[in-house]
């Protein structure tokens, strides 16, 4: 992972843009595809085809629903119908048939080790917003076979989302604006990214294997502190792909959407769920939670659009039980805010309501983090029973080596250095600071990739 991260910085990256800016305005798309499909068979040789069947079947889907309005529902539940299968095969075949192996009927079924392609998680929702959306004629078709191609491959974003919509993206397909400061704000979100990834949250992903594995002997805080290095783990590993996706579209013209708003700030947990990864919440809510009647319906109706919604929310993010219990957690916590407990917290300090959030936000994380029910029980007991002490030893020399990162870490998932920043950008000298500050990230991050060998990819099964 550290290798080709590097191959990228330095040599991937470089390339493209520096043959995209050669190129007329023209040619742009064609060559950005080219370099698309690069990038993906560098990751994925073996899969490309799948992301270009889902490309081909859907742009002549959407093309047929209009020059064919009598046969529109079909070609719109043939797409959708094709684009869900494959995620299935891929992504839920071998859950599926290891679910059913232990009854008894179904004990002859035989193992599955399918691979999951990179990224389908996202591209599939991605294409399925858009036949979904000229079905609904809320958008026009792609003409441009290559500029739809584009959209469905496009590098920065494909394989750690964000979602994006191809009605955010159609201009911009066609034309981009570019200057000067559009490129500078894209190479600084790409090293904020880079930064967060590198130097915080790799770090704090080391930290919580180190405390995982056997969380008894860590004692209660040892548990606790486990958990709060996965909880900033995920957020700065997540957020820094999404600020890199970000950069990386700014550098190349395209505004990519904010997919986190500092969700650790939040009073609730329904609060929590719309400043985290936004590009989700807000697909399930279009084409999900509102289809089905959100919250217009009566109560019954309500709790049970949002326990599918929240079922198929678990389910997205992994084919695994575990998933799904995480998933129907938060559909509890929602329901229970809906309900009566908003009203409750409405009339509560804030400092209180931020504990509430945050506590219930750590242990969901631990429910996420474990695949098989045994572990996820065992690190729960050693997080609520303080039978084991207070803290074992080898929890507290890990306490201590990573206790100044641990703080950063914290620090970088609140909105104080976007304030601090935005008052030094009015000082005379923040130019020059703000170059050292990149200069200073690409030599750190550039120095830490190539010494770790802790460099985890955590999205790689969407």
């Not at 079924?109 to 858009?130: A, M, R």
Request: proline letters at 5%; glycine letters at 8%.
């Amino acid at each position: 992972m550290s290798f080709a991260s590097l191959t990228f910085l330095y040599f991937f990256l470089p390339l493209v843009l520096l043959g995209y800016y050669l190129l007329p305005n023209g040619l742009r798309n064609g060559f950005l595809l080219l370099a698309n499909l690069v990038f993906y068979a560098w990751g994925e040789p073996s899969f490309l085809f799948v992301i270009l069947l889902t490309t081909i079947v859907n742009f002549c889907a959407a093309k047929w629903m209009v020059k064919r309005p009598e046969g529109k529902k079909m070609w719109a539940a043939a797409a959708i119908a094709i684009d869900l299968l494959l995620l299935l095969v891929f992504k839920y075949a071998a859950f599926v048939v290891d679910t059913l192996r232990p009854l008894f009927f179904w004990t002859e079924l035989p193992h599955l080790d399918i691979t999951l392609p990179l990224g389908i998680s996202f591209y599939t929702f991605q294409v399925l917003s858009y036949i979904i959306d000229v079905y609904r004629a809320d958008v026009q078709p792609e003409k441009g076979f290559v500029r739809f191609a584009t959209y469905m491959t496009l590098f920065p974003q494909l394989i750690a989302g964000p979602i994006i919509r191809y009605r955010d993206l159609a201009d911009q397909l066609g034309v981009r604006r570019q200057n000067l400061q559009r490129f500078a704000d894209g190479v600084r979100l790409l090293l904020i990214g880079l930064s967060k990834k590198i130097l915080l949250a790799n770090p704090m992903g080391a930290l919580w294997e180190g405390l995982q594995a056997a969380p008894a002997e860590n004692g209660l805080l040892g548990a606790w502190l486990g958990a709060l290095a996965f909880t900033l783990q995920i957020y700065l590993d997540f957020s820094a792909y999404s600020d890199m996706a970000r950069g990386l579209g700014k550098l190349f013209g395209f505004e990519i959407p904010i997919n986190f708003d500092y969700p650790y700030i939040s009073r609730s947990i329904t609060e929590f769920w719309r400043r985290w990864h936004i590009s989700l919440g807000t697909w399930f809510r279009d084409y999900v939670y509102f289809p089905l009647g959100g919250s217009r319906a009566s109560r019954g109706r309500t709790v049970r659009n949002l326990l599918v919604v929240w079922a198929l929310t678990g389910l997205w993010h992994g084919a695994s039980w575990n998933f799904v219990l995480w998933g129907l957690y938060y559909f509890a916590l929602l329901v229970l805010e809906k309900l009566w407990l908003g009203r409750i917290l409405s009339r509560c300090p804030g400092w209180v309501c931020h504990v509430y959030a945050m506590f219930f936000v750590v242990v969901g994380w631990v429910l996420f983090a474990f695949d098989g029910f045994d572990g996820l029980g065992g690190y729960l007991y050693a997080m609520f029973c303080p039978a084991d002490g207070l803290i074992g030893e080898h929890a507290r020399v890990l306490a201590l080596t990573y206790a100044p990162l641990v703080c950063v870490s914290i620090l970088a998932c609140l909105p104080l250095g976007k304030k601090l920043a935005g008052r030094w950008k009015q000082k005379v000298a923040w130019p020059v600071a703000e170059c050292l500050l990149c200069g200073g990230a690409v030599l750190l991050c550039t120095a830490s990739l190539v010494a770790q060998s802790y460099n985890p990819f955590l999205y790689f099964r969407f």
